[in-house]
């Protein structure tokens, strides 16, 4: 399997996604002991997704974090660039109304502008090459007023737990790498976490790309956090 390096060249993040698309969901599950899914929740009730919206779910991969957009009634865009994820996402996804599949890079965005009530990543924009990059052509998709949330692993401002967290990345998931069949997908978690800026940081970058009222909400202690803003149009 290709691993991703900290540079982020597109091919080799949608190789590494294309080489664990089978197994995506349920790896996602194990690297962060079941806590990804209280983390969906939050993300889902941020969301709001209302009937008639038009949500777009950017590296959706296979879907997951975007049918509850869609069994909430909006109309729900899930747009990846891991043709292997789409795959595996059109067919696990056969069933759900209102959910349609597109192949697209999150630096350049196959919509027109101001196309959306809501827009969305989870997991993903730290994969991406250039954050601010796709921070702008998220806004330059969203309505105005539309809503932005990401949702992405991040860091526990307690001193303490920061501590433990940064041990468990640098020493534990290594450690877990060492027996389990994806190593290299446990090894690109803790790197790029740790390479990933803080809550604030991250609030920072959102506003600079023309975002307003950014604030976060930490989840379980700041191992994730969501990120919300609001386009001003
Ligand atoms: C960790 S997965 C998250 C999938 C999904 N959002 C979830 O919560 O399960 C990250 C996804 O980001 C996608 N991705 C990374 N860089 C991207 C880019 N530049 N454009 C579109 N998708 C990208 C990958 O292909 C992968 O499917």
Known sequence: MTRASLDKQPADVAAMFDGTA???????????????????????????ARPGERILDLAAGTGTSSVPFAEAGADTVACDFSLGMLRVGTRRQAGVRRLGFVAGDALRLPFADDSFDAVTISFGLRNVADTGRALRELRRVAKPGGRL????????????????????????????????????SYTYLAESTLAWPEQATLARRIQAAGWDAVRWRDLTFGVAALHHAVNPG
């Open 22 to 48: 089978e197994r995506y969901d349920l790896l996602n599950t194990l690297m962060t002991g079941g806590q990804d899914r209280r983390w969906r929740r939050a993300v889902v009730k941020a969301v709001d």
């Open 149 to 184: 949330l990401v949702c992405e692993v991040s860091h526990p401002p307690n001193a303490l737990l920061a501590f433990g967290h940064k041990a468990h990345l640098r020493y534990g998931l290594p450690l877990l790498a060492r027996v389990s069949s994806n190593p290299d």
